[in-house]
């Protein structure tokens, strides 16, 4: 029999020795659920085999897909610039298919940016549960992908393109005809009347290129997606046509974001407002436009201007 002193000394041996690649399929499973995407990918999975098969054998550990923390903390600057490289798409496309491998078709939500094409359709053919998509800022999405998201995610009830400018009204027209239960749609674009917060960042050619079809898209929401209670429009190019089309079709709105939606008059905006009497949050254009900030070619004379934009006509 060892003494109080032999089994003292020997206590601390027997812990440094303990393996833990044994631990038990519930223990694992209790400690996994607890953990943060980064840390079960690059810690708990990178730690041992048994660790790594133990994770895959529980699709729900993959559920949810959000990398949006990590794109919210970054400050901009040379980190954010580098999200525009081929290098960084390659990476997001790499989680977003192991993600949507590993879920085993459970994949219920999906947060990115910079995707692409593929990876988008890949994870969507595989993920018929799929409730929430945000792949806003993805320069290489188009309706290609999008229509497969539409054929495959049936589900769908809340989905951000919000500065995907390859996607078009067609996108919007499948996926309301096939996700008939979406509630939320964000179609918000950079600011084009003042992009100085972008340059650096954002490539000029893409800033160049915001879609000029505001009106034809909310028309389109608002035929298709007629059970919507949040839309967001920010710094659409839509006019008083695609706005007064809004409550035609979407009568159960509760948020519309219309801020910086230069095209707009307080007329209007308080007209179509008055038509939803669901309502509760409205978000006006709300920002002051210096002259420096317009184009002749864009907007042809300043009596336009003076209509839309003067501070005693456009009572927000």
Same mark, same amino acid.
């Given at each position: 029999?060892?003494?109080?002193?032999?089994?003292?000394?020997?206590?601390?041996?027997?812990? $440094?020795?303990?393996?833990?690649?044994?631990?038990?399929?519930?223990?694992?499973?209790?400690?996994?659920?607890?953990?943060?995407?980064?840390?079960?990918?690059?810690?708990?999975?990178?730690?041992?085999?048994?660790?790594?098969?133990?994770?895959?054998?529980?699709?729900?550990?993959?559920?949810?897909?959000?990398?949006?923390?990590?794109?919210?903390?970054?400050?901009?600057?040379?980190?954010?610039?580098?999200?525009?490289?081929?290098?960084?798409?390659?990476?997001?496309?790499?989680?977003? *298919?192991?993600?949507?491998?590993?879920?085993?078709?459970?994949?219920?939500?999906?947060?990115?940016?910079?995707?692409?094409?593929?990876?988008?359709?890949?994870?969507?053919?595989?993920?018929?549960?799929?409730?929430?998509?945000? !792949?806003?800022?993805?320069?290489?999405?188009?309706?290609?992908?999008?229509?497969?998201?539409?054929?495959?995610?049936?589900?769908?009830?809340?989905?951000?393109?919000?500065?995907?400018?390859?996607?078009?009204?067609?996108?919007?027209?499948?996926?309301?005809?096939?996700?008939?239960?979406?509630?939320?749609?964000?179609?918000?674009?950079?600011?084009? !009347?003042?992009?100085? $917060?972008?340059?650096?960042?954002?490539?000029?050619?893409?800033? *160049?290129?915001?879609?000029?079809?505001?009106?034809?898209?909310?028309?389109?929401?608002?035929?298709?997606?007629?059970?919507?209670?949040?839309?967001?429009?920010?710094?659409?190019?839509?006019?008083?046509?695609?706005?007064?089309?809004?409550?035609?079709?979407?009568?159960?709105?509760?948020?519309?974001?219309?801020?910086?939606?230069?095209?707009?008059?307080?007329?209007?905006?308080?007209?179509?407002?008055?038509?939803?009497?669901?309502?509760?949050?409205?978000?006006?254009?709300?920002?002051?436009?210096?002259?420096?900030?317009?184009?002749?070619? *864009?907007?042809?004379?300043?009596?336009?201007?003076?209509? *839309?934009?003067?501070?005693?006509?456009?009572?927000?």
């Amino acid at each position: 029999m060892a003494t109080g002193d032999e089994a003292e000394t020997a206590s601390p041996a027997s812990e $440094e020795a303990r393996d833990w690649s044994d631990m038990t399929p519930v223990c694992l499973d209790e400690a996994f659920s607890r953990l943060a995407l980064e840390d079960l990918w690059r810690g708990a999975m990178a730690c041992c085999r048994s660790w790594r098969d133990a994770a895959r054998s529980r699709p729900g550990l993959f559920a949810v897909l959000d990398l949006e923390p990590g794109f919210a903390e970054s400050t901009p600057g040379a980190e954010a610039a580098a999200w525009w490289t081929p290098a960084f798409q390659r990476r997001v496309d790499a989680m977003l *298919r192991s993600a949507a491998t590993l879920a085993a078709e459970e994949l219920c939500e999906i947060r990115v940016r910079h995707c692409s094409d593929d990876a988008l359709a890949f994870a969507a053919e595989r993920s018929p549960r799929l409730s929430i998509l945000s !792949i806003k800022t993805s320069p290489a999405v188009t309706d290609r992908s999008m229509l497969t998201v539409g054929a495959c995610c049936p589900m769908l009830t809340e989905l951000d393109i919000s500065n995907c400018y390859e996607v078009s009204y067609k996108s919007l027209e499948v996926i309301g005809q096939s996700c008939q239960n979406l509630r939320v749609l964000k179609r918000n674009i950079f600011h084009w !009347i003042d992009p100085s $917060e972008h340059v650096g960042i954002v490539p000029e050619d893409y800033l *160049r290129e915001c879609p000029e079809d505001g009106d034809r898209e909310a028309i389109t929401i608002s035929k298709f997606m007629p059970k919507l209670k949040h839309l967001e429009l920010r710094f659409s190019e839509l006019t008083a046509v695609g706005l007064s089309s809004i409550p035609e079709g979407c009568k159960d709105l509760e948020v519309l974001d219309l801020f910086g939606c230069a095209n707009l008059t307080s007329r209007g905006i308080d007209q179509a407002a008055a038509n939803l009497k669901n309502l509760v949050t409205l978000v006006k254009p709300n920002f002051y436009i210096p002259r420096s900030s317009f184009h002749m070619g *864009r907007y042809g004379h300043w009596q336009l201007y003076d209509e *839309r934009f003067q501070t005693n006509v456009f009572q927000i």
